[in-house]
C-alpha cells in the first residue's frame, strides 16, 4: 500500500506561483513513477506532469510546458509541482498519483486532492 496527501492548494491571482507537496507513505520502495493531474469542474481529470521515481525523466502537458516544474525531495519522499505564471485556466482540483513498479499501466494509487482557484 501507498499512501498519497496532497497539500498547498489555494486562491491566487493570475500571473502568480503556487507550490504544490504530495507526500508519499508506506511501500514508496514499490513507486516506479509519480504523476499530477488535475480536474476542472464539469470536465474530465487531465494529465499534468510525471516524473520518474528514482530516475531523470520528466513529462508535461503541453498546456503547462515551461509554466511547471515536477521534482521530488528523495529525503522526505515527497514529490512537489511548482507552478509559475498561473492562468484562471488552470483552477482545478490537483490530484498526485503512483505507478508502481510492474504495473501495466496508469496509475494505482491516489491523493484525495488540492483545490487551486486562479482569479482573473
Known amino acids: 500500500q501507498v499512501q498519497l496527501v496532497e497539500s498547498g492548494g489555494g486562491l491566487v491571482q493570475a500571473g502568480d506561483s503556487l507550490r504544490l507537496f504530495c507526500a508519499a507513505s508506506g511501500r514508496t520502495f514499490s513507486i516506479s513513477r509519480m504523476g499530477w493531474f488535475r480536474q476542472a469542474p464539469g470536465k474530465e481529470r487531465e494529465f499534468v506532469a510525471a516524473k520518474s521515481w528514482s530516475g531523470v525523466g520528466l513529462y508535461y502537458a503541453d498546456s503547462v510546458k515551461g509554466r511547471f516544474a515536477i521534482s521530488r525531495d528523495n529525503a522526505r519522499n515527497t514529490v512537489y509541482l511548482q507552478m509559475n505564471s498561473l492562468k484562471p485556466e488552470d483552477t482545478a482540483v490537483y490530484y498526485c498519483?503512483?505507478?508502481?513498479?510492474?504495473?501495466?499501466?496508469?496509475?494505482?494509487?491516489w491523493g484525495q486532492g488540492t483545490q487551486v482557484t486562479v482569479s482573473s
Open positions: 498519483a503512483a505507478s508502481l513498479v510492474g504495473s501495466t499501466g496508469g496509475y494505482d494509487y
